[in-house]
């Protein structure tokens, strides 16, 4: 049933209620299923509802009024919107948007709130998403919400970054490479990150508000782990070294003749100046346990 927002219909099922913002997005997707899957009614609150499903118009930077989450057991805010190229329309939309829907939560008595952040946010990064998610981080904690900074999303299906990657390396035997490849990545299974989110929202662990930062401790070289895909594919590509800024320029460059691009010039950045240090301290004794990464367990 698609409402609009401040005009929820109540659930009568008697299950536990979910909201999720950014269901229509790779991560958000998977909660939606694991959470469905656990027995909860997830209310997705998304820019395009879809026909036929339980969904509330969300866009952010709106206002959201405290009763489109009523009787809401917990709030995962996924979203987040990369069509602002401007740090002030990234600020209004991003930062400022998620501080009405922090505010509306508490607002409501949603006893459970937590905030995907990005493991590309940290003290000194470069990139406008990591900065925006940065702030986006503060609001969170002032609002008592838990923070969770996911590595590189993967899984068995498509979707994400990592099942671009995968695309990319099916479809050509040349592949072109930015830098020397060792930029480093680490990863988390969407299974593990969802059950553990799960976990949270259904009040099971008292965490109190923090950043945890969810992915398995080995890092990955871009390049290696591009190499690991081909493997499980029986691919042997051929990767053709690129200078980043000559290929951030050309993303830029495109950016702002309005083009849409499938890759943006801020994720270049956060690519080339990962997270240096991720802090994995807290994750054992908070429950959060991510895999090591194999790809032969994956149905590339």
């Given at each position: 049933?698609?409402?609009?927002?401040g005009n929820r219909?109540?659930?009568?099922?008697?299950?536990?209620?979910?909201?999720?913002?950014?269901?229509?997005?790779?991560?958000?997707?998977?909660?939606?299923?694991?959470?469905?899957?656990?027995?909860?009614?997830?209310?997705?609150?998304?820019?395009?509802?879809?026909?036929?499903?339980?969904?509330?118009?969300?866009?952010?930077?709106?206002?959201?009024?405290?009763?489109?989450?009523?009787?809401?057991?917990?709030?995962?805010?996924?979203?987040?919107?990369?069509?602002?190229?401007?740090?002030?329309?990234?600020?209004?939309?991003?930062?400022?948007?998620?501080?009405?829907?922090?505010?509306?939560?508490?607002?409501?008595?949603?006893?459970?709130?937590?905030?995907?952040?990005?493991?590309?946010?940290?003290?000194?990064?470069?990139?406008?998403?990591?900065?925006?998610?940065?702030?986006?981080?503060?609001?969170?904690?002032?609002?008592?919400?838990?923070?969770?900074?996911?590595?590189?999303?993967?899984?068995?299906?498509?979707?994400?970054?990592?099942?671009?990657?995968?695309?990319?390396?099916?479809?050509?035997?040349v592949i072109p490479?930015?830098?020397?490849?060792?930029?480093?990545?680490?990863?988390?299974?969407?299974?593990?990150?969802?059950?553990?989110?799960?976990?949270?929202?259904?009040?099971?662990?008292?965490?109190?508000?923090?950043?945890?930062?969810?992915?398995?401790?080995?890092?990955?070289?871009?390049?290696?782990?591009?190499?690991?895909?081909?493997?499980?594919?029986?691919?042997?590509?051929?990767?053709?070294?690129?200078?980043?800024?000559?290929?951030?320029?050309?993303?830029?460059?495109?950016?702002?003749?309005?083009?849409?691009?499938?890759?943006?010039?801020?994720?270049?950045?956060?690519?080339?100046?990962?997270?240096?240090?991720?802090?994995?301290?807290?994750?054992?004794?908070?429950?959060?346990?991510?895999?090591?990464?194999?790809?032969?367990?994956?149905?590339?």
């Open positions: 049933m698609k409402t609009e927002m219909e109540p659930c009568v099922s008697g299950k536990k209620i979910c909201a999720i913002t950014g269901s229509n997005g790779y991560l958000g997707g998977c909660l939606k299923t694991y959470f469905t899957g656990r027995g909860w009614d997830v209310l997705e609150l998304t820019r395009h509802p879809k026909p036929g499903t339980r969904a509330t118009r969300f866009q952010l930077g709106a206002e959201v009024p405290p009763s489109a989450l009523a009787g809401v057991e917990a709030l995962v805010h996924c979203a987040y919107d990369f069509r602002p190229l401007r740090w002030d329309a990234i600020r209004a939309a991003n930062v400022a948007g998620s501080h009405k829907l922090f505010q509306a939560a508490r607002k409501a008595g949603v006893p459970k709130v937590i905030s995907i952040s990005s493991i590309s946010a940290y003290d000194g990064c470069r990139s406008l998403y990591g900065q925006a998610k940065l702030e986006i981080e503060k609001c969170a904690l002032d609002h008592g919400a838990l923070v969770l900074r996911p590595g590189l999303v993967y899984g068995s299906g498509p979707g994400g970054m990592f099942g671009k990657l995968t695309a990319q390396v099916k479809k050509s035997a490479m930015i830098g020397d490849g060792s930029q480093i990545q680490f990863l988390v299974h969407h299974e593990d990150l969802s059950a553990f989110i799960e976990h949270c929202a259904s009040g099971e662990v008292k965490i109190p508000p923090q950043i945890l930062t969810a992915a398995n401790e080995q890092p990955w070289a871009f390049k290696q782990l591009l190499l690991e895909i081909a493997r499980a594919l029986d691919k042997k590509p051929t990767f053709i070294p690129l200078p980043w800024r000559l290929v951030w320029a050309g993303l830029k460059s495109a950016e702002l003749c309005g083009l849409k691009l499938n890759f943006r010039s801020d994720s270049l950045v956060s690519l080339i100046y990962p997270n240096p240090q991720p802090d994995f301290s807290a994750n054992a004794g908070e429950g959060l346990n991510c895999r090591p990464f194999q790809v032969e367990a994956l149905k590339l």
